[in-house]
């Protein structure tokens, strides 16, 4: 295999993507990627005017198209799917980015484990679990007709090694990473081998649902738990959003056609350190 060869695995033209949350600092970047290899991309969005102004038809023309969407919402989403099928014909890959924490869910000086509300805790178990299971579905079903494509969930760090003060947010992750495996065998016994399941796991990226916890506000400065983290992390430094592209496009690719059911951390090595 040349270079040539190994370049064409990475160029999507005429291939159709949707990526949940699309709107969002990690996976924007996500999609802008696959913009980038010729994919034509579905960015779905529950603030679609926020996903407009990153998507524009000026920079990337008719290979885009902004839908709003409820991840929790099964109609809209069947909504979505026959906007996408009118527009582009197909959909060959499927990204569940969206997800996120709830301030009310996680522990601290002001709220004990013991006083999270049922509600706070479910809101987190909703977004992140039945968030991806839902487009999974509705996705996946059109997906197992063409009897090939991909999908691709978004799982966390938390995953692997649950941390202080989000329970819900790593129970619901811990739940992601596992659904990934199930369906990954499901649908390749019941369906077609020729579609695979897999997720990546981000380590510790600055976001706006996460800020709070790790930069103080108004100066930025870390907070002890940032600190701590960029301590235990091997590459001393939080994710740019530009880092999840590679593994995304391995796993999106042919390059990864005998690859399905795994979860790859993007953690610059937190995973990997045991602390001394």
């Keep these: 295999m040349n270079l040539q060869d190994l370049t064409r695995l990475y160029d999507f033209t005429g291939r159709t993507f949707v990526v949940t949350g699309g709107g969002g600092i990690l996976c ?4 802008r990627a696959l913009l980038g290899c010729g994919a034509n991309v579905a960015v779905l969005d529950l603030n679609p005017e926020r996903a407009a102004a990153i998507f524009t038809h000026e920079a990337y023309g008719d290979r885009v198209a902004v839908v709003k969407a409820n991840v929790l919402d099964k109609s809209l989403l069947d909504q979505a799917a026959e906007q996408i099928l009118d527009k582009f014909g197909a959909i ?10 709830y301030p009310k869910s996680t522990t601290g000086p002001e709220q004990s484990f013991f006083d ?3 509600e706070a805790f479910q809101i987190v178990l909703n977004l992140n679990l039945q968030g991806t299971v839902l487009p999974s579905q509705v996705f996946g079903k059109i997906i197992a007709s063409q009897k090939q494509g991909v999908i691709l969930n978004v799982s966390s760090m938390n995953a692997f090694r649950p941390l202080t003060r989000i329970p819900a947010y790593s ?19 019941e369906y077609s081998p020729a ?4 997720a990546i796991a981000p380590g510790f990226f600055l976001t706006e649902q996460n800020r ?15 600190e701590t983290i960029i301590a235990h992390t091997p590459m001393a430094r939080f994710g740019e959003p530009a880092d999840l592209v590679g593994t995304m496009l391995w796993l ?18 937190f995973s990997a350190f045991g602390g001394v």
């Design 28 to 31: 924007s970047e996500m999609a």
């Design 92 to 101: 060959d890959g499927l990204i569940n980015g969206a997800g996120g924490n």
């Design 116 to 118: 999270i509300p049922q």
């Design 171 to 189: 129970a619901a992750k811990a739940a992601v990473s596992n659904f990934t495996q199930w369906l990954a065998v499901h649908i390749a016994q």
């Design 195 to 198: 579609i695979r399941v897999n």
């Design 212 to 226: 709070f916890l790790l930069t103080e506000a108004g100066t930025g400065k870390l907070t002890a738990r940032g």
């Design 252 to 269: 999106l690719s042919p390059a990864a056609a005998f690859v399905t059911g795994i979860v790859v951390p993007i953690d610059g090595g």
